[in-house]
């Protein structure tokens, strides 16, 4: 019998950033494209999708904290928005992904048993979609944490600022921890590369975070089927 190898030792677990989703630069053909990905490999792998808030959020959470909300009151309105991006994603997608993006971690788990892909936006307040994705990926045991996000891997530092920034190909959950410790400040649309809580829940768990290029689809491609792909791996 055929060893078991972690490209198919379990479902995959993706979370695309919202700043990937919509970038106002060619979204129409790049959503088109990431559907059929997902559609495509959601028929030989058990896949579930975050999408995040993204620059949307971040303008509803900036205008929602000038009125004064609380915090909980802010991750509420960026859980509106993850969701809102979900439905337009799904949409897309098609069956069997539910129009309605689930709204809890244990309604994902038995959508995915109805079919695949399933894609769903935020849960509750306190995290992010990259935490919902994390707890997820724990509850399936997952072969792995695919994060798509708008840089191609971990850097010693913020390559977006620095031009002297390293790609740091291979990182271990002791350093990447500490990473989005110092960094994460944690108030409503705050983030570092991946949340607190996902951090913790994958290292703790012993599930694999793959990090890459989320506009880049044929790594992103290759990392959701446990294929050698350009970016860095968590392990
Ligand atoms: P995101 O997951 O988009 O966070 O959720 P982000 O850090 O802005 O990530 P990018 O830029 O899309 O990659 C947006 C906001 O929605 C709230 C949080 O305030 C978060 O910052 N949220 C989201 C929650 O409170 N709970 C969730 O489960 C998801």
Do not use: C
């Not at 306190?126 to 919902?132: A, L």
């Not at 996902?198 to 703790?204: C, E, K, V």
């Amino acid at each position: 019998m055929p060893r078991r190898t972690s490209s198919t030792a379990g479902p995959v677990v993706v979370s695309i950033g919202g700043s990937v989703l919509l970038t106002g630069d060619g979204d129409r053909e790049y959503l088109i494209a990431l559907a059929d990905l997902l559609r495509g490999i959601g028929r030989s792998v058990r896949l579930v999708v975050t999408t995040g808030g993204g620059r949307t959020a971040r303008e509803y959470i900036r205008i929602g904290r000038g009125l004064g909300l609380t915090e909980v009151e802010l991750d509420e309105i960026g859980i509106e928005v993850t969701r809102l991006h979900a439905r337009l994603l799904a949409a897309r997608v098609g069956p069997p992904a539910p129009p309605h993006p689930p709204g809890t971690i244990a309604e994902a788990v038995h959508e995915l048993a109805r079919g695949s892909p399933v894609i769903l936006g935020g849960t509750e307040p306190g995290h992010t979609t990259d935490g919902v994705a994390a707890l997820l990926a724990a509850r399936l045991r997952a072969a792995r944490l695919v994060n798509a996000t708008d840089v191609n891997g971990v850097y010693d530092r913020d390559p977006r600022t620095d031009p002297k920034a390293v790609r740091l190909d291979r990182v271990t959950w002791s350093e990447f921890r500490s990473m989005v410790h110092a960094l994460a400040s944690g108030g409503a649309g705050q983030n570092f590369l991946f949340d607190r809580l996902g951090a913790d829940t994958l290292a703790r768990a012993g599930i694999p975070l793959w990090i890459v290029h989320g506009r880049d689809l044929a790594n992103l491609d290759a990392a959701i089927r446990g294929l050698p792909f350009d970016g860095s791996r968590v392990e």
